[in-house]
């Protein structure tokens, strides 16, 4: 049996949440930027998609740093991604937050207004995709961006077209169409542009081969070469998320503990779905000596 750890992605922010985290972390976070990085969680900093990429990226590696204790995988959501391959070894936390304030600048700017992502829960995929290529015109930009689950997928797009798309969604019988707190289309094409230009800074950067395993959330699988991380690190904001894949690959793995990073618990939700046997649990609320206890045990099963 083996153990994962998983990172959300935009969305799962708050106000306050770099607040209780270890000081080393943020310290660290503060010299490499230049900048007090504990200002970046108000609820007017976290308007802007710089502020939340940074946030998630520093919550995520300050609490698995505390764990201490090496999972079998790592998988991360979008810029969960991130912290990811910090916590797998890949890529040093300080290359790490100069390329997402640049990730995070290149989407704000790229799409300021008038474009976000919503989830459409209660219809199956190919529902949404029908009802996408009535929709998507280039009048009314809107993608599939996000399949989390079998009966939950996120849109992305130009807010006409959301709207639009959520009518006929409700029209069919979802259950919800509810606009997400991101301000950027973020996981199809119109983000290429934005990708491209973090690409060309990601060749400037040294990577490592994974000491763990990392999960791709954009290709389901293991990535393991360096150019290969590369290009899903760089790249990962313009295309789809297979969530639902990417759990159902690490279970077919032996996964059989999965510790959602925080903020939040979305990820520990939708997992539960996929993990007929073991434990999904969520850091935030959690005991740190129980998930210390839940990653010792599993190693002893899967040493």
């Known amino acids: 049996?083996?153990?994962?750890?998983?990172?959300?992605?935009?969305?799962?922010?708050?106000?306050?949440?770099?607040?209780?985290?270890?000081?080393?972390?943020?310290s660290e976070a503060c010299d490499v930027l230049?900048?007090?990085?504990?200002?970046?969680?108000?609820?007017e900093a976290l308007r802007s998609t710089r502020a939340v990429q940074l946030c998630l990226l520093i919550a995520g590696v300050a609490a698995a740093r505390q764990l201490s204790l090496p999972a079998d995988y790592v998988a991360g959501l979008s810029i969960g991604a991130y912290p990811a391959a910090v916590v797998a070894g890949a890529l040093e936390f300080s290359d790490a937050l100069h390329l997402v304030s640049l990730r995070g600048e290149l989407m704000q700017q790229a799409y300021p207004q008038g474009y976000?992502?919503?989830?459409?829960?209660?219809?199956?995929?190919?529902?949404?995709?029908?009802?996408?290529?009535?929709?998507?015109?280039?009048?009314?930009?809107?993608?599939?961006?996000n399949i989390n689950a079998e009966n939950q997928v996120v849109i992305a797009g130009s807010d006409a077209g959301m709207k639009a798309l959520a009518e006929l969604a409700k029209a069919r019988g979802a259950g919800l169409a509810k606009r997400l707190a991101v301000s950027v289309p973020s996981h199809c094409p119109l983000l290429d542009a934005p990708a491209q230009t973090l690409a060309e800074a990601f060749?400037?950067?040294?990577?490592?081969?994974?000491?763990?395993?990392?999960?791709?959330?954009?290709?389901?699988?293991p990535v393991i070469k360096v150019e290969a991380l590369r290009d899903d690190l760089?790249?990962?904001?313009?295309?789809?998320?297979?969530?639902?894949?990417?759990?159902?690959?690490?279970?077919?793995?032996?996964?059989?503990?999965q510790i959602e990073l925080p903020p939040g618990a979305v990820l520990t939700g939708l997992a539960r779905r996929v993990f007929e046997q073991g434990t999904?649990?969520?850091?935030?609320?959690?005991?740190?000596?129980t998930l210390q206890a839940l990653l010792r045990e599993e190693g002893r099963r899967h040493p």
């Not at 922010?13 to 607040?19: A, N, T």
């Not at 976000?116 to 280039?138: D, K, N």
């Not at 060749?203 to 699988?221: D, E, M």
Request: hydrophobic content about 45%.
């Open 34 to 43: 230049g900048e007090d990085v504990r200002l970046l969680d108000s609820a």
């Open 116 to 145: 976000g992502m919503t989830a459409i829960i209660g219809l199956e995929l190919a529902v949404v995709e029908s009802l996408l290529a009535r929709v998507h015109s280039v009048d009314t930009p809107v993608y599939l961006a």
């Open 234 to 257: 760089a790249y990962n904001m313009c295309r789809v998320v297979d969530w639902r894949g990417t759990v159902q690959s690490a279970y077919e793995r032996g996964v059989r503990l």
């Open 280 to 289: 999904v649990i969520a850091f935030d609320g959690a005991r740190l000596d």
């Open 203 to 221: 060749a400037n950067v040294k990577l490592q081969t994974p000491k763990i395993g990392y999960l791709s959330g954009s290709r389901a699988r």
């Open 1 to 26: 049996m083996s153990s994962l750890l998983v990172f959300p992605g935009q969305g799962a922010q708050r106000p306050g949440m770099l607040q209780g985290l270890p000081g080393e972390t943020l």
